[in-house]
Structures are given as structure tokens and as C-alpha cells.
């Protein structure tokens, strides 16, 4: 990835320059060794590191802590790497954070068994020289709210500071560290990193979020997976059955004074608020209005207040993706609604089973093919007309100042305007994809990068969706009403012409006193010229992507739900001929022995016959030196559901929302190949 000029996080530099501050509480000599809470000799501390999975119900790490623990110590560190210039979010989702912090804080403080309380008064005091220093800009600070003030009695322990560095002071002092794995890149999987060679055995990382980790194939039979494990009993932890002793060590750290500290101003509004009350509200208000959800996911002023609102709470934690599943199978009534709704909330686990599979989406384009696509045309100009919604195009200007506003827009709007910005503007994804993850409140590394990479046509499927900006402005807002809401320069516009200001004839501009050039720009491309121009880009480079899904590690990284049967589909169908020779593919023996099994399974009737493989492309050695042939994993690709269109290809499957509603429905003028070649019908 080429440099950082385009990377915004819309915080004061002063709030970062200057020394880093100092680390701070708990020190190690202020936390107590498990022995001296307990009275038992050799008993067993575990401390619950929290980091997402903000929530004490459903939590694998919190109910093991209570089930095996004689003592344990939920415990948050507020990382200032997050809050600096390379954390990459804005402040209403930081806010939304301390408050879902101090959320999980009143949680465990009302949670039995009632904590035993230490004092660590040397962290208190080191307070004075970092956090409790005057706010950096102090006409800017304002009080922070009520919403992440601490109960008087606490529940979390919280640190500042290095997290490998606190947790493994508790190391030294005889704790356990236990924590949810959760999908993570660039400084977060470095981080888990460092704390697993630093703490060694004495830190388990649970996986309890449904995703499958540590398998060679995790997407053989993922669905068969999933699906039992959304059905399956939640994890609750057993306040009454254990004799657990809670501590919380008094440290002197508060949301309140990290926020202060770091000037945190939120600028956005709508933003919900992040406590565990309001993510249980928002889902039982959802619930009961699910019958109208199907109807309400395309326009964006409908989606507003029509879809459920939970995906922050679903990022953060405060519910987990079961729960929230849970509680609409057994509480909303029986209805298209409810399924899609399900139905998404298993996307929301593919796309983050495909970071745990390959966390490299954040950084590389997932088909080398397409790696630095875009690049030679970067142009600055386009990129903040794009940002700042200045594009002459009302449906991508209205859905980018209201991203820039309110921090959320939905799926509909978010994919067009990353279409836009990839195959319309001719811009890097990434760039596109950063500001998202900066200013959306309810940015997943898992889904907005994995969503990125889908919509800029990066993977190596042939199917591809351009949206037309225009065209979602008749279907989605053909009032103008959210168009004018967010481009109040074009309210006086007669509406006929919101899709084309600039074809609006002059004597009507005159009339209506909305001049295209002057009070609102011109196109800042010539939208049919360039979509030409990437679907010839595009064609040129499509059959070498689609063979490239053939090589094992490329399809792993792509991690279709349906496993490796379908990315080799994919290349069977539409790479060159001579698919694996040139790039040198290396085939497995199993791969060869389940060809024909597999392909079938995937392709099913429309199988293309397996390729015959020559001499030079295979090469049976396995990888793994240690690891014989006959060890080799079958790829996966097997099962019910192989080879079936995972959520992004179903994007691609044309006719499905005439029929069910569904958002993903392609548009009219996306199945008119211009160039004659296969597009949509792919995958039906
Ligand atoms: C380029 C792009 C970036 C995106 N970035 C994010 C992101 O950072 N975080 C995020 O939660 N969603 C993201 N989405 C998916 C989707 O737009 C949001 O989940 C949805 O708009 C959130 O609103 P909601 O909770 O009311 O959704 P609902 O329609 O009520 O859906 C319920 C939940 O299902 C999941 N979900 C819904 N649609 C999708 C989808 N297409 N893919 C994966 N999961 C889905 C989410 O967890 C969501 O909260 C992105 C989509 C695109 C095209």
C-alpha cells in the first residue's frame, strides 16, 4: 500500500505531538497475587481481557474466567495507539467506545459476586502526569457526558497504556490472561502478537464468536457450522454455581478523564449511544417491526429507521451476533423480514471469517492480479471531490456528506459509492476504504475492508457490479427528499432533474436559481466514458484473476463460503485455458484425487469437465515438510452448500430482489453487457 496522504482522522495533531504519555496503573506491585484475594492457598486469577466483546452474557471468556477461576479480574487498558493518528477513527465512534466501556464497567459492578476492591494508589497518582494533565486544546474540551462516568462501585479494572505491558505485569504477579480472539489486522493482530510471545502459556485466546480458526480449510462445511452454532446455547457464566471472587483494582483511569485527555469532540450527530440498555432496546424495537424490514433496506431515508440500527453494538460487542439472532427467532414473528434479517447476520460472520482466514484485506488487494490497481491514476483532486461530496453526482454527494455527518449509510449507499470511487473515478480502494473505516461509527475491519475489496471487483469473481449513481436516484429517491436534505444547494431544482443536474437547460437553471458550475459542480467525470474504460481494464484482466482462485493460498485468502470447490469453479470456468502452467500453480495430490467429486458438487449440472492437469503443473510434494501426502487436508468444496454463491456472489445473481426484496438486486443497466461478455448470470 502506497502512502498515508489520504488517510484522515480528523483529530488536532497538537493532541498527538509531543512525547507519548506515560504508562500507567495497574503497576505490578499495586496488583494483589491470586492467593492474597482468595485466602486459598494456590488458587488459580484469571484475568477477562476485554478489547471488543464488550459484554458479560454470551462471552466465552468471561464465563470460563468464573467457571475456572478461584479469583478473576475483568480487566480494559485503553490502548493510546487507538486514540493517536494512526488509529484511524473518528471521535464519535471513540466516544461510542468509552461508553460501551463504561457501559460493561456498571455491568459488572451490578453483576454478582460483588468485587473486593484494591487500591492502587501509585497509578493513582501517576494520573496526575498523564491523563489529569490539562486538556491539550481546554476551550475545546468540553465535560464528558454522563454516559461514561463511572459507577461509584466498580466493576472493570481499567489500564492505560501498552496492553502486552500491563497484562503481563498480572503475568508476573501469578494471573492467567484469558481473552476472545477477534479477527484483527495491522496493529491489532501485531498487538495479539506481542502478548502471546510475551505472556506465553499463561494467555488463552478463546474463540467463542462462531468463527472457525486453526483449521487448514476453515470453510469446509462453515455453513453446517454456523448454523449450529447460532442454534447453539449461549455461553452464560455461572455467578451462582462458583465461588469466584471478582476484583477490581481502583486505578484512577475513567473513560471520562482518557476522553478528556485526548480532546475527544465529536462532531457527528444521529450517533446512538453505546451502552448495553440501548443495544437491547434497539434490538426488541427492531423486532417488532421486522414485517417492514425487506421494504425499508434500499432507500437510504427508509434505512434510516427501517433496518435494525445494531451494527455498532454488533462491532463493540455489547450484544453478540447470536444474541441478537437468538432473540429474533424467538421473539419476532414468522416472516420474510426475520429470514433476511438471520440471513444477514451470517454475512456479518463470512465477512469475518474471511480476516481471521487472510488478515491481509486491510493491505493488499486479495488477487494479486489486481495489486496496486488504480494506483497510476491516484488524483488527489477526484479523491477529496469524492470525500467531501462535491462529485456534480447528487446521490454519491448526498450519501458522502451524510457518511461525513451522521457516520452510517446503508449497504446500498455504501456499495455504490465505493463502485464509484473504484470503477468510476478510477481511484486505489483502499483510500476509499480508510475513510470509511474512519468515519463510519460502526466501522468492522471485517466487513468494511472484505466489502471494499468485494465492490472494487479485487477478488477475481467475473461477475462485477457498477452501480449507476443515476439511476439509484430514480429508483431510491425519486422525491429528491434525501437528496436535498444532504444538497441543500440543489433544493430548488425541479426534481425531474436531480439524477442529471447538469442536463437541466439553462433557462430552468435561471428560473430556479440552482446554477450546475457555479453553486453546484459539474460532473467530475464523464460517467459512460469511464465506466467503458474499466470494464475494458477489467476484461483484460479477468480470466488471469479467475485462474489465479485455482492456486490454494489465493483461494484461501478469498475464503468463499463455499470453500475451495468454488474458487477452483471459478477458475475452471472462466481462467485461461492453460490454467495452471504460467503462474506456476501448485496443485495438492488431494486436490487431484477430489477434482471430479468437486466440481461436480460446485458446478453442479453446468460442470465444466475437470482440467487435465500435465506433468510440469503438479507438484505432489506437500508444503509442509513436516506433513506427509497422505496428511494433506481435502480442500474443501464438499458438502451441501459447495460451490453455493456465498453473500457477495449472490449480489451477482440477477432477479432475486424482483422476487424477494432483496437489496442486493442488480440494476437494469448492469446486465446490459456493453461489451457482450458474461457479467451477472454467472453463478445462476
Ligand atoms: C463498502 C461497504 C462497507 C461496509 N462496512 C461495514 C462495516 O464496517 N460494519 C458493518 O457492520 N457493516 C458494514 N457494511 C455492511 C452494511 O452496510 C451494514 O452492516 C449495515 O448497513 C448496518 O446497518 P444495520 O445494522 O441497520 O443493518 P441491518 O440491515 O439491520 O443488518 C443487521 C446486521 O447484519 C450485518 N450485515 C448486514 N448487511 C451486511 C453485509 N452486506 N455484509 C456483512 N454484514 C452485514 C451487520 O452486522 C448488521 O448490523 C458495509 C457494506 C459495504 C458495501
Known amino acids: 500500500m502506497s502512502g498515508d496522504t489520504d488517510r484522515e482522522t480528523g483529530r488536532s495533531a497538537s493532541a498527538n505531538s509531543g512525547d507519548p504519555p506515560q504508562q500507567t496503573g495497574p503497576l505490578a506491585a499495586e496488583i494483589p497475587t ?298 419476532a414473528p414468522s416472516c420474510r423480514g426475520a429470514d433476511m434479517f438471520e440471513s444477514r447476520l451470517v454475512w456479518n460472520l463470512h465477512y469475518n471469517q474471511k480476516l481471521v482466514d487472510w488478515p491481509g484485506w486491510t493491505e493488499q488487494a486479495v488477487n494479486p492480479v489486481f495489486e496496486g490497481r488504480n494506483e497510476a491514476f491516484h488524483d488527489p483532486d477526484l479523491v477529496t471531490a469524492w470525500k467531501r461530496g462535491q462529485t456534480g453526482f447528487p446521490m454519491v454527494d448526498a450519501s458522502m456528506r451524510c457518511l461525513q455527518e451522521t457516520g452510517w449509510l446503508n449497504f446500498r449507499m455504501r456499495a455504490m459509492c465505493a463502485s464509484f470511487f473504484t470503477h468510476i473515478l478510477h481511484q486505489p480502494w483502499w483510500i476509499g476504504a480508510d475513510w470509511y473505516h474512519h468515519h463510519l461509527i460502526d466501522s468492522d475491519v471485517g466487513i468494511n475492508y472484505t466489502q471494499w475489496q468485494s465492490q472494487a471487483g479485487l477478488i477475481g469473481k467475473p461477475s462485477q457490479r457498477v452501480y449507476n449513481p443515476r439511476k439509484q436516484v430514480r429508483d431510491q429517491d425519486p422525491d429528491g427528499d434525501w437528496i436535498t436534505r444532504w444538497v441543500p444547494e440543489l433544493a430548488d431544482l425541479p426534481t425531474e432533474f436531480l439524477d442529471q443536474p447538469e442536463k437541466t437547460p439553462l433557462a430552468i437553471q435561471q428560473e430556479c436559481g440552482v446554477h450546475v458550475g457555479e453553486s453546484y459542480p459539474r460532473p467530475v467525470v464523464d460517467f459512460e466514458a469511464r465506466r467503458e474504460q474499466f470494464w475494458s481494464r477489467y476484461e483484460a484482466q479477468r480470466s488471469e484473476a479467475a485462474r489465479k482462485l485455482r492456486r490454494p493460498e489465493i483461494a484461501k485468502r478469498a475464503s468463499f463460503s463455499g470453500g475451495y470447490g468454488a474458487a477452483r469453479a471459478i477458475a475452471d470456468k472462466h481462467g485461461a485455458a492453460d490454467a495452471d502452467a504460467p503462474d506456476g500453480t501448485q496443485v495438492s495430490l488431494d486436490e487431484l484425487i477430489d477434482t471430479d467429486a468437486t466440481t461436480a458438487e460446485t458446478e453442479g449440472a453446468q460442470a465444466t469437465p475437470p482440467q487435465t492437469n500435465t506433468a510440469e503443473s503438479v507438484d505432489l510434494t506437500p508444503t509442509d515438510p513436516h506433513e506427509s501426502s497422505t496428511q494433506t487436508t481435502i480442500p474443501t468444496g464438499a458438502g451441501r452448500k459447495a460451490g453455493e454463491p456465498s453473500p457477495d456472489d449472490r449480489a451477482a445473481v440477477s432477479g432475486q430482489r424482483r422476487e424477494t426484496g432483496e437489496d442486493n438486486e442488480p440494476d437494469k443497466e448492469q446486465d446490459v453487457d456493453p461489451t457482450g461478455q458474461t457479467r451477472f448470470h454467472d453463478f445462476e
Open 34 to 331: 491470586p492467593d492474597a484475594v482468595s485466602d486459598l492457598a494456590d488458587s488459580t486469577g484469571i484475568v477477562v481481557w476485554h478489547r471488543k466483546h464488550l459484554r458479560v452474557e454470551d462471552q466465552l471468556a468471561v464465563s470460563r474466567a468464573v467457571a475456572d477461576g478461584d479469583v478473576f479480574c475483568p480487566l480494559f487498558v485503553f490502548d493510546p495507539t487507538f486514540y493517536a493518528d494512526s488509529g484511524l477513527a473518528c471521535d464519535a465512534r471513540i466516544r461510542l467506545f468509552e461508553e460501551a466501556v463504561a457501559s460493561l464497567d456498571r455491568l459488572y459492578a451490578a453483576a454478582p459476586p460483588s468485587a473486593t476492591h484494591v487500591d492502587a494508589t501509585d497509578s493513582v497518582a501517576r494520573l496526575a502526569d498523564t491523563l489529569d494533565s490539562p486538556p491539550i486544546t481546554a476551550e475545546a474540551a468540553s465535560e464528558p457526558p454522563e454516559t461514561i462516568q463511572r459507577p461509584d462501585s466498580l466493576g472493570l479494572t481499567l489500564g492505560y497504556g501498552d496492553p502486552v505491558d500491563i497484562l503481563s505485569r498480572f503475568v508476573d504477579r501469578g494471573w492467567h490472561v484469558i481473552t476472545m480472539a477477534t479477527p484483527t489486522s495491522r496493529y491489532g493482530q501485531r498487538r495479539d502478537e506481542r502478548v502471546r510471545d510475551t505472556c506465553g502459556d499463561a494467555v488463552t485466546f478463546v474463540s467463542g464468536d462462531g468463527l472457525v480458526r486453526d483449521e487448514e480449510w476453515p470453510r469446509s462445511d462453515w455453513q453446517t457450522q454456523i448454523t449450529e452454532w447460532l442454534a447453539a446455547e449461549q455461553h452464560t457464566p455461572g455467578w451462582d454455581d462458583h465461588d469466584t471472587v471478582r476484583v477490581s483494582i481502583r486505578t484512577g483511569v475513567t473513560p471520562a478523564a482518557v476522553d478528556r485527555h485526548f480532546d475527544v469532540s465529536p462532531a457527528k450527530t444521529q450517533v446512538p449511544v453505546g451502552t448495553h440498555r440501548a443495544a437491547m432496546t434497539t434490538l426488541r424495537e427492531f423486532t417488532d417491526r421486522v414485517r417492514s424490514y425487506p421494504t425499508n433496506i434500499s432507500a437510504p431515508q427508509d434505512a434510516r429507521g427501517g433496518t435494525s440500527g445494531l451494527s455498532p453494538y454488533l462491532n463493540f460487542g455489547l450484544l453478540s451476533v447470536r444474541q441478537a439472532h437468538q432473540y429474533v427467532v424467538d421473539n
